[in-house]
């Protein structure tokens, strides 16, 4: 049975966190002082501790950081929980920057504090082993179905995310556009005790400000002019399942903060409605951007970095992990030659070490549109180099004729839109700001096209 120490010189906070952790199976011990709480650490096996902030009429925190300071120099370990008010959410940040391993704001729930003990020894439970086990290993253990590759620096990736994704940990993805991060979050999810709960992915880039509550949380009949019927937000569809925020670099500043609250408090309001609701969500998020240093510009809220990445996954790009290339090239291959009816056609072995040569700044997503484009123009049954050549550097030398539109009655309207579509997420190759400005529409617009043509980008 693990052991949890309670630190705090409020006797009733000691009396009712004991009982919320003993009914949840943990051996409790308290302490009322920082020199209480460390006698209890050098004479007893102690696997977490919960600690206040203050132990004295001081409200500076420093008491608390002092504390947590001391016993990550004497036990390091050992996670460390911090306990807070809101409105002095600062220090938190300040003990997660020191090592603390979470943080909770008063007032809590038993639910908060549950989940927070259970992520904390989780976590320290996974171990610093630093072996790293081959791709065959890591399939028997995990499912990564949909992860291609075996480069060193993907497989040491894949262990790590093996083992994070079976505790309740948020974990925030980071990489160029186009390195994977969605196909990530998608093994999260799949190697965790909620693979059969929702997964639920919300696009934040394409979320403007003004609907992000509706979004988000939900709005009920009448909650605004066009509110003609109650709706679900993200966060009620992915109850007891994974959240995926991607983009979340793009998130206004002001919707940060509700954004904060429901990851901090797990409840929300729906608009329309003053009454709370209780969710159960793990958390995954991806973003492109450097957040920290977002957070120096004052473009991202620092108490919301430390609450997304308790786990940070940083993928390579492309021109990293070049021996991956013929892998991705050929499970592309087969994907595409399903899609346009070539299930024979091949990839000559120069071809290969031709895309293995290219930088790629678009990394996966590029190469995949790279190969999609050779599948649709070769005339071969094997792939060369002139087929990649001819698909990424063919542009349109002559003028085009005055009527290049498709006969009458060959197609509809939206058969239009979508194709033309799909040829501008070729042309640009997945960029989706290029994409929504060559197609005069807004990048909110264009996903909401997407979505409605199941196309994914």
């Given at each position: 049975m693990?052991?949890i120490l309670i630190?705090?010189?409020?006797s009733?906070v000691?009396?009712?966190?004991?009982?919320?952790l003993?009914q949840?199976?943990?051996?409790t011990?308290?302490?009322k002082?920082p020199?209480e709480?460390?006698?209890?650490?050098k004479?007893?096996?102690?696997?977490?501790?919960?600690?206040?902030?203050n132990?004295?009429?001081?409200t500076?925190?420093?008491e608390g950081?002092?504390?947590l300071?001391e016993?990550?120099?004497?036990f390091?370990h050992?996670?460390v929980?911090l306990?807070t008010?809101?409105?002095?959410?600062s220090l938190?940040v300040s003990?997660m920057q020191?090592?603390?391993?979470?943080f909770i704001?008063?007032?809590?729930?038993?639910?908060q504090?549950?989940?927070?003990?259970?992520?904390a020894?989780?976590?320290a439970a996974?171990g610093?082993?630093?072996?790293?086990?081959?791709?065959?290993e890591l399939?028997?253990?995990y499912?990564?179905?949909g992860?291609?590759?075996k480069d060193?620096k993907l497989?040491q990736?894949?262990?790590?995310?093996g083992?994070v994704?079976?505790?309740?940990?948020?974990?925030l993805i980071t990489?160029?556009?186009?390195?994977?991060?969605e196909?990530?979050a998608?093994a999260?999810?799949k190697n965790?005790v909620?693979?059969n709960?929702?997964?639920v992915k919300?696009?934040?880039?394409s979320?403007?400000s003004?609907l992000?509550?509706?979004?988000?949380?939900g709005h009920v009949?009448?909650?605004?002019?066009?509110a003609?019927?109650?709706?679900?937000g993200r966060?009620?569809?992915?109850?007891?399942?994974?959240i995926?925020?991607d983009?979340i670099g793009d998130l206004d500043f002001?919707?940060?903060v509700?954004l904060?609250?429901?990851l901090q408090?797990r409840?929300?309001?729906?608009v329309?409605?003053?009454?709370?609701?209780h969710?159960?969500?793990?958390v995954?998020?991806?973003?492109?951007?450097?957040?920290?240093?977002m957070?120096?510009?004052?473009?991202f809220?620092e108490?919301?970095?430390?609450r997304l990445n308790l786990?940070?996954?940083?993928?390579?790009?492309?021109r990293?992990?070049?021996e991956?290339i013929?892998l991705?090239a050929?499970?592309?291959?087969?994907?595409a030659?399903k899609?346009?009816?070539?299930?024979?056609?091949?990839?000559?072995?120069q071809?290969?070490?031709?895309l293995?040569a290219?930088n790629?700044?678009g990394n996966?997503?590029?190469l995949k549109?790279?190969?999609?484009?050779?599948?649709i123009m070769?005339s071969g049954?094997?792939?060369?180099?002139?087929?990649f050549?001819l698909?990424?550097?063919?542009?349109?030398t002559t003028?085009?004729?005055k009527d290049?539109?498709?006969?009458?009655?060959?197609?509809s309207?939206?058969d239009?839109?979508?194709?033309?579509?799909l040829?501008?997420?070729t042309?640009h190759?997945?960029?989706i700001t290029?994409?929504?400005e060559s197609?005069?529409m807004?990048?909110?617009a264009?996903?909401?096209r997407l979505?409605k043509y199941?196309?994914?980008v």
């Amino acid at each position: 049975m693990q052991t949890i120490l309670i630190v705090d010189d409020d006797s009733s906070v000691l009396l009712s966190l004991g009982l919320v952790l003993k009914q949840a199976g943990y051996t409790t011990r308290t302490a009322k002082s920082p020199v209480e709480a460390l006698n209890w650490l050098k004479k007893e096996k102690i696997d977490l501790v919960l600690q206040d902030m203050n132990f004295s009429r001081q409200t500076t925190g420093n008491e608390g950081l002092a504390l947590l300071h001391e016993i990550k120099d004497l036990f390091p370990h050992i996670p460390v929980i911090l306990i807070t008010s809101w409105g002095t959410i600062s220090l938190a940040v300040s003990g997660m920057q020191a090592g603390a391993a979470d943080f909770i704001t008063k007032p809590w729930t038993n639910e908060q504090i549950i989940h927070s003990v259970k992520t904390a020894l989780g976590l320290a439970a996974l171990g610093t082993s630093t072996a790293v086990l081959t791709r065959d290993e890591l399939d028997k253990q995990y499912d990564f179905t949909g992860v291609v590759g075996k480069d060193p620096k993907l497989l040491q990736l894949l262990q790590i995310l093996g083992r994070v994704s079976a505790t309740d940990a948020s974990v925030l993805i980071t990489g160029e556009s186009g390195t994977g991060k969605e196909v990530i979050a998608d093994a999260i999810h799949k190697n965790s005790v909620r693979k059969n709960r929702p997964l639920v992915k919300v696009n934040l880039g394409s979320i403007p400000s003004t609907l992000f509550e509706s979004e988000l949380f939900g709005h009920v009949k009448g909650a605004f002019t066009d509110a003609r019927n109650d709706r679900k937000g993200r966060f009620e569809e992915a109850h007891t399942g994974t959240i995926f925020l991607d983009e979340i670099g793009d998130l206004d500043f002001s919707c940060q903060v509700k954004l904060l609250r429901v990851l901090q408090e797990r409840t929300f309001e729906v608009v329309g409605s003053n009454k709370s609701r209780h969710v159960d969500v793990r958390v995954v998020s991806a973003t492109n951007k450097n957040l920290l240093e977002m957070i120096s510009r004052e473009e991202f809220r620092e108490d919301l970095y430390y609450r997304l990445n308790l786990i940070t996954v940083h993928l390579p790009a492309l021109r990293e992990r070049r021996e991956d290339i013929p892998l991705l090239a050929q499970h592309f291959l087969q994907q595409a030659a399903k899609t346009y009816r070539r299930e024979k056609l091949t990839i000559s072995e120069q071809a290969l070490r031709w895309l293995q040569a290219k930088n790629f700044p678009g990394n996966i997503r590029e190469l995949k549109h790279t190969i999609e484009r050779a599948v649709i123009m070769a005339s071969g049954q094997s792939l060369q180099v002139e087929d990649f050549s001819l698909a990424t550097a063919m542009q349109p030398t002559t003028v085009a004729p005055k009527d290049t539109l498709p006969e009458v009655g060959s197609m509809s309207l939206e058969d239009m839109e979508k194709a033309m579509i799909l040829k501008t997420i070729t042309h640009h190759g997945g960029n989706i700001t290029k994409i929504a400005e060559s197609l005069g529409m807004s990048r909110f617009a264009l996903y909401r096209r997407l979505e409605k043509y199941g196309i994914r980008v």
